[in-house]
Every structure is written in structure tokens, then in C-alpha cells.
């Protein structure tokens, strides 16, 4: 994308006022998830959200964007920023410089995912916590309380939405992702943003629990990809009268063909961790699914990619240390004690990271049908007056109809076995 071009220099200023504050000066086309997700459904397509657990994931998606004129998401999850070498307080940064060694022109959101809410502590935490992100520029916000019952995940959402300018990508969620048999209903979907709207909070995107799971399928442990795309549809056809559509959750392990269905279900937003992970480690993956896989009840170490055998034994030698298993999803949390050793590495190490993450992001992007969404960004941005991006949407519901003993789950007694889900 031309940086010089009439639309690039417009949409600079009509970028987000928290990005205007901080990289006013810098023409970095970070823009609010509000006209990414718009531009997804605009076009029929699907936006990758890559979860970032190590910079230099950062640098390969953002390639990929540029070399295919695509809009992309940048995210990661509460929970990762406490395990991992990017965090909400470096990872904007982090893109910015990626951005300007590429001459900038790669139109991107940086999406805070799965920030958990489970008690009114985390409640005002969240409140803090989320303006200091925003402060530093993240532009778009998923707040996740399906842990809760859905009385309390409805007003813990609420509660925090209103906290968050209008102007920001707002993500919700119903259902914890936890793998195949797992459903959310279109009865729990529409209470939940049916509520939120009587409130006048206006999300962009719902996650459900639709038969994903979050990190590798384990076929030793009966784990396969089951996304019900079916129940799926139900789902999104329910809330789209809300101008709401679907994030899909957990596709590392899906196939890309699958995949490139997704948009005929209402899915708007594709969210991909796991399987850069793989890369950056350079673990054994499936070329068609990108899922890790094992041999003898271990992940197998590829010397030809990702960080070097050396560093990985090293890592392996830590996981032991933890009490893990050798094909534990809990290797996730190697990224923040080898996070600067990995940032360190010899550039040619480096470049193959990188190398490689462009690949799986420009099929992915493929994947998704959003070549080109860039410009669509552009053109949805080019339609308003000023930086203000908050959606022109009505309140359908009163209120009244959203009460403890109306919720769907009202007769149980609760949801959620204490289990973390959130990444």
C-alpha cells in the first residue's frame, strides 16, 4: 500500500484518538478493530488474528499483510501476557518497529483477546488495567466471563464495555472453548447480546464454544477438530439482527479448507496461537493442519526450524523441571523464560521464524478469502467525517427482559468446571 497515496493519509487521520496520542507523528496504519471486523463482513471474508506469544510472530504476519494488501488482527490473550515474551504493556511497541522496517503501509488492529473477568475483583482490575492498554494504543477489546453463569457474564461484560470507547473493536463471549461436544445455544447467545444491546453496548463479534479447542489435538487422547459449523450458523443467523457476527477461536489443527468455509457461517474473525508457537519452536506439525504432533508421548523437535535443538533441549529440560508433560499444552509457558534468548538468536535463525510465519499467514489470509481488505479499510474509513468509528446501531430490547431468572441457565447451578479456557 502506497503511504503517500490520498487514502493512506486519510485514514492516518482517522485512525483511533488513543493511537493519534501516542504515534501521531509516525504513519503507522493501526486502526481500530471497529473498521477491521467492518471491512470482514463487507467483504465476506475472514480477519486473522495471530496471538503473538513472541514478537517475532509480529513481524511474519505483518509481512504477510503487506505482501497481500490485507487487514489482520494482532492479539493476545490476558492470560498470555503473563507467560509470554509479548505483553500488553511491549506488544505495541513491538509492532509499531515492525511496521516501520516494513515502510509501513500494512493496515492492522492489536486486539487484548480473551481479557478474562471472574469475580468483582477482576472486575475493576479489568477497568484499570484495560485504559492503561488502551493508553499505549491497543485498539480493540474481547471480554471474556463465560467462566461465569450467564446472569454474570452479562453484567460483568456490560459493566466493563462501558469502559471502553465506543470507538474500540469490542469482542464478547458466551460459552467456554473447550473442545468437540461443547455447544453454545442460540438461546444463551441471544440473551446475552440481546442484554448488552438493551444497555446500548454494541459488540462487534460473539465467541462461542462451538467444538474448537485451544492448543494441540491430542488423537492419542480422542481430541479431534470438531467445529460445528452448523450450530454455528444457528448462532449467527440469531444475532445478526444486532449487527453482531462470529469470532471463531482455536484453528490451529484445522484444515485450511475447512477453514475457507467459515465465512458462509457468520465467522468474521479467525483467531490462530497455537500453531505460530509451533513455529517459533519448530516442533513436528502437520503441513495440512499446522497441529503439533507427537511421537512416543513427546513433541518432536524439527532441527531445521525454528529456535535451535540446543535452546529446545534447554527448554525441554525447564518443562521437566515444571513437572510437565513432554506434550503438555503448559510448554506455552516457556515463551517468557526463553522469550530473550529467543529474541537474541542468530538472524538467519530469526529469518526462518519469520519466513515461515509469513507463509502460514499469506494461507491463512488465502484461506479466508481477505487478500485485498486493506483497501476495504480504507474505503469504510473514507465514508465518516472524523476518527469516530462507534456503530450506528438501535436499542431492540427494554431492559426489563434481561433478569437473573430469565437467563438461560437460571435453573442450574452455574456453568464452568474452574478450568482456565481463556488462551
Known amino acids: 500500500m502506497n503511504v503517500e497515496s490520498a487514502a493512506y493519509r486519510e485514514m492516518l487521520r482517522k ?8 504515534y501521531g507523528d509516525e504513519p503507522v496504519g493501526l486502526v481500530s478493530g471497529r473498521d477491521v471486523f467492518a471491512a470482514a463482513k463487507k467483504a465476506g471474508a475472514i480477519m486473522l488474528a495471530a496471538n503473538a506469544r513472541n514478537p517475532l510472530t509480529i513481524k511474519g504476519v505483518l ?11 494482532l492479539e493476545l490473550a490476558k492470560s498470555e501476557s503473563t507467560y509470554c515474551a509479548s505483553t500488553f504493556d511491549n506488544m505495541v511497541e513491538y509492532a509499531v518497529r515492525y511496521s516501520a522496517e ?26 484499570s488495567q484495560i485504559r492503561q492498554a488502551l493508553e499505549k494504543g491497543w485498539t480493540s477489546v474481547a471480554i471474556d466471563a463465560s467462566h461465569c453463569p450467564d446472569w454474570e457474564n452479562f453484567c460483568f461484560t456490560r459493566d466493563v464495555a462501558m469502559h471502553i470507547p465506543p470507538y474500540i473493536g469490542l469482542e464478547v463471549e458466551v460459552g467456554e472453548i473447550k473442545g468437540a461436544g461443547e455447544v453454545s445455544t442460540p438461546e444463551e447467545a441471544l440473551f446475552f447480546v440481546g442484554g448488552l444491546n438493551s444497555w446500548g453496548v454494541f459488540p462487534d463479534l460473539l465467541a462461542i464454544s462451538n467444538g474448537s479447542l485451544h492448543g494441540t489435538y491430542d488423537p492419542a487422547m480422542g481430541q ?16 445478526a439482527p444486532y449487527g453482531v457476527s462470529i469470532a471463531q477461536h482455536g484453528i490451529s489443527g484445522t484444515p485450511l479448507d475447512k477453514c475457507g468455509r467459515f465465512s458462509h457461517y457468520g465467522i468474521n474473525k479467525g483467531n490462530v496461537a497455537t500453531l505460530f508457537q509451533n513455529i517459533v519452536f519448530g516442533v513436528k506439525m502437520d503441513p495440512q493442519t499446522g497441529n503439533a504432533l507427537t511421537e512416543g508421548g513427546s513433541y518432536v523437535k524439527e532441527p531445521d526450524r525454528g529456535i535451535p535443538a540446543e535452546l529446545w533441549e534447554r527448554m525441554v529440560a525447564w518443562a521437566d523441571g515444571q513437572g510437565y508433560s513432554r506434550k503438555s499444552g503448559d510448554y506455552k509457558k516457556a515463551n517468557k523464560p526463553f522469550g530473550d534468548e529467543i529474541l537474541a538468536l542468530p538472524q538467519p535463525i530469526q529469518e526462518r521464524i519469520v519466513d515461515e510465519t509469513q507463509d502460514w499467514a499469506e ?21 465518516r467525517r472524523d476518527h469516530n468509528c462507534a456503530p450506528e446501531r438501535k436499542v431492540l430490547n427494554a431492559r426489563s427482559e434481561f433478569r437473573p431468572e430469565t437467563a438461560p441457565d437460571h435453573r442450574s447451578s452455574g456453568k464452568g468446571d474452574g478450568a482456565d479456557y481463556s488462551d
Request: charged share 25%; proline share 1%.
Open 224 to 239: 479431534v477438530e470438531g467445529i460445528d459449523l452448523e450450530a454455528t450458523k444457528a448462532i449467527a443467523d440469531a444475532i
Open 15 to 22: 485512525r483511533p484518538l488513543n493511537v493519534q496520542v501516542v
Open 363 to 383: 494461507r491463512f489470509i488465502k484461506a479466508f478469502r481477505a487478500e485485498g481488505t486493506a483497501q476495504t479499510v480504507l474505503e469504510i474509513m473514507a465514508t
Open 102 to 127: 516494513l515502510g509501513h503501509g500494512v493496515l492492522f488492529a492489536l486486539h487484548m483477546d480473551h481479557y478474562a473477568v471472574k469475580s468483582e475483583a477482576d472486575l475493576l482490575k479489568a477497568i
Open 63 to 73: 509481512r504477510a499483510a503487506k505482501k497481500l494488501d490485507a487487514a489482520v488482527v
